[in-house]
C-alpha cells in the first residue's frame, strides 16, 4: 500500500510533535526541573530508571524524579535524539532514543557509556505523552 503526499506530511507532523515532547524532557533532565518531566507523563505510566528501578504511575516516578533529579547534573548531563519512530497505531508509538553523556558545556564524555531508552508515547487530547519508559544502558562491546 503506496502512502500518499497528506499520509506523509500528516506523520511528518506527527514526528515533529515527539521530538518536541523529547526535547522538552532533555530540557528538563539538563536543567534539573522535576515538575516539567514529570508533566510529559500520563497519569498511569510506566517508568524503568536506568539502574532499573520500576516506577508506577505519575505520583511515583515524580516522588523518585524530585528526588534524584535536584543536583543529578552538577557534573555533567546527557543530550536526546530520537533515533526512531515506529508507530503502532496513529495515535501511539514507539520511541527509540539516542541518550549521550555530556560535560556541562555540551562535549562528549569519553569512557561513558550511552543510554537507549524506549518511549511508548500515545497522543491524548492533541498532545503526546509519555506512557512508558525503559532505559537501557548500552554497553561497549
Known sequence: MET??????????EIEAIKRVVSV???????????????????DAIWTTGGGKRLIGRDEISAFTHQ?????????TATYEVAHVLFVRPDVAAVKVR??????????????????????MAKEGGQWCLVAGQNTVVLDS
Open 4 to 13: 500518499t503526499d497528506s499520509e506523509r506530511h500528516t506523520r511528518d507532523a
Open 25 to 43: 524532557l532533555e530540557h528538563a533532565q539538563q536543567n534539573e526541573l522535576p515538575d516539567e518531566f514529570v508533566g510529559l507523563f500520563r497519569q
Open 68 to 76: 534524584v533529579l535536584p543536583g543529578a547534573m552538577k557534573d555533567s
Open 99 to 120: 541518550q549521550r553523556p555530556v560535560t556541562l558545556d555540551g562535549e562528549p564524555i569519553e569512557g561513558q557509556n550511552e543510554g537507549s531508552p524506549l518511549y511508548i
